[in-house]
């Protein structure tokens, strides 16, 4: 639907800036729902897209920004499974205290408080349950993807593009190295 954009014919009534401008943001609306349909990996390509605005219209820049905190978190006996899994041992054995509800949430995971044995605050992020399998799939239809984009599009590296997304989203779910 994005060609249709410039489409003048495609417009009922007649094309008008008012009417390209409404089914400019509709569209970005359209796309920011898909995105959160889809889950992490695009919502985390949408947040890297939110800050594109030479490869994006306006619209669809200012909705794409929205991810930037419009994630919704994920229950809290998942984040107590994933902690509980990792660390080892019980949460209850692990902090004095912990919140289960969630201070934030992105998309690559949430912060919970919690407070250590010897007192102090901390906060536990927590990555969302099979991220890293899930971005496997995923960018390996992505790249197939940018690998026939820039078949039929010499003017832009859609391969250097995907190349840089999946360097950043990779590095991201590191925590390790991270902290």
Do not use: M
């Amino acid at each position: 639907r994005l060609w249709l954009l410039d489409a003048k014919w495609s417009y009922p009534g007649g094309f008008t800036e008012v009417k390209k401008a409404e089914r400019t943001r509709s569209l970005a609306k359209y796309l920011l729902a898909s995105v959160l349909n889809l889950g992490p990996t695009f919502i985390k390509l949408g947040q890297l897209s939110s800050t594109r605005s030479d490869l994006f219209p306006a619209a669809f820049v200012e909705e794409l920004s929205q991810l930037q905190d419009r994630v919704p978190a994920f229950s809290a006996e998942k984040a107590r499974a994933i902690i509980e899994l990792d660390l080892g041992l019980p949460i209850e054995k692990a902090f004095k205290t912990f919140d289960p509800r969630p201070i934030a949430a992105a998309s690559l995971g949430q912060v919970h408080r919690a407070t250590l044995w010897s007192g102090e605050s901390v906060v536990v992020k927590v990555q969302r349950p099979g991220l890293k399998q899930l971005f496997d799939i995923d960018l390996k239809n992505l790249k197939t993807l940018a690998e026939q984009l820039d078949k039929s599009d010499e003017s832009r590296d859609f391969k250097g593009i995907y190349a840089e997304c999946a360097d950043v989203l990779y590095e991201e779910i590191d925590y390790l190295n991270e902290g």
